[in-house]
C-alpha cells in the first residue's frame, strides 16, 4: 500500500493566485514528520516546510503553510501568491520514527504557474 | 556555498562497466543518505549513515551497490557492472542529528547516470 499519496500529477495555477497541493499519508506510528519539498527542472530537491506529527499549530514558512489535518491523515501545502518560479515538482515525504530516518516520498505533483 | 555537493553531475556509461559518484553532505551533519530517482518518481531510499556506520540497506541496494563513508565525512556510492536499468538520479542527502532541525534532510544536487 502506497504511504504517501499525491492525487494531483499536474496542476495550474494564476501568477499572483494561491494554490493548494494535496498530499494522504498512511502510518500506524504514533510519532512521525511530514515534509514538503520543491524540485524544479535543474534537479535539486529543496526542503520547504516541515511538520511533526505532535505540533499544536500549522506549519509555516513564507509564502509556504502547511494545513495538517492529523485524524484524515493529511497534510497539504498551500503557496499563497503563486510565482512563476514556483513551477516546479512538489514532493510530499514523510518519516515515521520506527523506521529509523527513511524518508518515503510520494509521486509528486507538477506545477505551472501561468503569468 | 555550505550545502550538500555531488560529483559528478553527469555519468553516461556502457553496460557492464562500474561507477563511483562521491557526495559531500553539509559540515557538521552525521547523518548522510542515498535515494535513486527514476524519470516521474519520488526520490526511493537506499541506504543511510550514522557518522561511518551504514544503519540501514533498502533491498533495492542490490549486490552490485557498496557506499561507504570511511571517515564519517564524505561517502561514495559504487555502482558495479552496471545495467541499464541503474539508470536514475542518485541523490545524496545529510542532516544533523539532535537539535530541533534533527529531522531535516538537505538534498545535494543529484547524480545523472545513463547507463548505455
Given at each position: 500500500a502506497q504511504k504517501i499519496t499525491q492525487t494531483q500529477p499536474g496542476m495550474f495555477v494564476q501568477e499572483k493566485e494561491a494554490v493548494t497541493l494535496d498530499c494522504t499519508y498512511d502510518t500506524s506510528d504514533p510519532s512521525y514528520g511530514l515534509f514538503w519539498y520543491k524540485q524544479p527542472s535543474s534537479g535539486e530537491m529543496i526542503f520547504l516546510i516541515y511538520q511533526g506529527s505532535y505540533d499544536q499549530q500549522n506549519a509555516t514558512e513564507g509564502r509556504y503553510s502547511l494545513n495538517f489535518q492529523k485524524a484524515r491523515k493529511s497534510a497539504n501545502l498551500v503557496i499563497s501568491a503563486?510565482?512563476?518560479?514556483?513551477?516546479a515538482m512538489y514532493f510530499c515525504a514523510m518519516r515515521e520514527m520506527v523506521e529509523d530516518d527513511k524518508v518515503i516520498f510520494g509521486p509528486g505533483t507538477s506545477l505551472s504557474v501561468i503569468p | 556555498d555550505t550545502g550538500v555537493s555531488q560529483n559528478p553531475r553527469h555519468k553516461i556509461t556502457k553496460r557492464g562497466q562500474n561507477v563511483t559518484f562521491r557526495c559531500d553532505p553539509i559540515?557538521?551533519?552525521?547523518r548522510l543518505y542515498w535515494y535513486r530517482q527514476t524519470l516521474g518518481q519520488g526520490p526511493e531510499f537506499l541506504t543511510y549513515f550514522q557518522n561511518e556506520a551504514q544503519l540501514e540497506k533498502s533491498r533495492?541496494?542490490?549486490?552490485?551497490f557498496s557506499a561507504e563513508r570511511p571517515k564519517g565525512s564524505f561517502s561514495t556510492l559504487e555502482i558495479q557492472r552496471?545495467?541499464?536499468?541503474?539508470s536514475a538520479m542518485y541523490l545524496c542527502a545529510s542532516s544533523p542529528s539532535?537539535?530541533?532541525?534533527?529531522d531535516t534532510q538537505y538534498f545535494g544536487p543529484g547524480t545523472r547516470l545513463t547507463v548505455l
Open positions: 503563486s510565482q512563476l518560479g514556483d513551477s | 559540515s557538521e551533519h552525521n533495492l541496494l542490490s549486490d552490485r552496471t545495467e541499464q536499468g541503474d539532535g537539535g530541533a532541525d534533527t
